[in-house]
């Protein structure tokens, strides 16, 4: 380790060192001079999303086939995720909003002030361009997200497309929805290719790769931008911001509260992984598999 210090400086202090080597110099002096050279106050760019992963590239081409080919034939195509976790009440909301006098917010975010720690999760209709959003008020577990897809199959999915037999599930490597949980592939089973006979196909994207979720950009972004520098007072003012997101592309969200209540650290034996449908791709096995309906023809 060395002894290395390191301090910000201010242009106040620009003007001292320089002061110091001769030069005197006012603070909007500096500003100007630091402006001409290009510099500017900058925030950190997330732009770096860890080591490159060896199969990064053949699983984004063995996810856009499945993609294309589903998208040929009108089958649907559900892009699904977790959103982050948010305090209901009267607390600061990142970003501005036109206003003539700010909202007074509390100054802490502690739980304990709040009506609810809810758990968005979104489900994003790709050829439709609809956004789903449950809201939930227990855990983001497994279980919680395979009801959420089932419950937009049976509401919204199984009315919009009601001739497939088919549903592709793009979903991220980790959370929830990620590739290891076990409770995820049973649930999903159970819940939408047992439940439905549907033949669910799960793509996951590779490791550090969320980004290219559509679910992120196509519905979690429009979401913030609407509901920005509004403190998200009560569950119906959430899900009005919700249902409210709208973008020039045509998108609409729907959104429905759930007060139920999901146990974490739930395990799945051996016995009943065993007993699922489920087939493994050639392709990235781990990151790709379809579950077929019990009692049928295993995918193949």
């Known amino acids: 380790m060395s002894q290395a210090k390191y301090a910000r400086h201010s242009l106040q202090h620009f003007c001292d060192e320089l002061a110091a080597l001769g030069h005197a110099a006012c603070p909007n002096t500096v500003a100007a001079l630091l402006d001409e050279m290009g510099y500017r106050l900058r925030v950190n760019v997330k732009r770096l999303s860890g ?37 209901v009440g009267n607390f600061a909301n990142p970003g501005a909003t036109w206003l003539q006098a700010p909202y007074e917010v509390n100054a802490h975010d502690f739980l304990s002030d709040a009506l609810y720690r809810a758990v968005p999760y979104g ?23 395979a009801e959420a897809v089932s419950w937009w199959w049976r509401r919204y999915g199984c009315h919009r497309y009601s001739t497939a037999d088919f549903l592709l599930l793009l979903a991220d490597a980790g959370g929830s929805n990620g590739y290891r949980p076990r409770l995820w592939k049973q649930s999903v089973q159970e819940l939408l290719a047992d439940r439905y006979g549907l033949t669910v196909v799960v793509c996951h994207y ?3 790769a969320s980004k290219w979720n559509p679910v992120e950009h196509r519905l979690f972004g429009p979401i913030s931008t609407n509901w920005a520098g509004v403190p998200l007072q009560t569950p119906e003012m959430m899900l009005g911001f919700l249902r409210g997101t709208t973008t020039r592309t045509g998108l609409r969200v729907h959104a429905e509260w759930w007060d139920r209540t999901y146990a974490k650290g739930v395990k799945v034996s051996d016995q009943a992984m065993a007993e699922l449908y489920i087939t493994h791709h050639k392709t990235c096995p781990r990151w790709n598999y379809t579950l077929t309906p019990r009692g049928t023809e295993q995918w193949n």
């Open 123 to 145: 489900l994003y209709d790709l050829l439709a361009n609809q956004g789903h959003v449950v809201v939930g008020t227990s855990a983001d577990t497994p279980r919680f997200a």
């Open 206 to 208: 590779p490791t550090g």
């Open 51 to 87: 080591p490159y992963h060896p199969d990064r590239d053949r699983q984004f081409n063995h996810l856009q086939s499945f993609i294309e080919l589903f998208r040929e034939h009108g089958w649907p195509i559900l892009s699904v995720d977790g959103k982050k976790k948010e305090l």
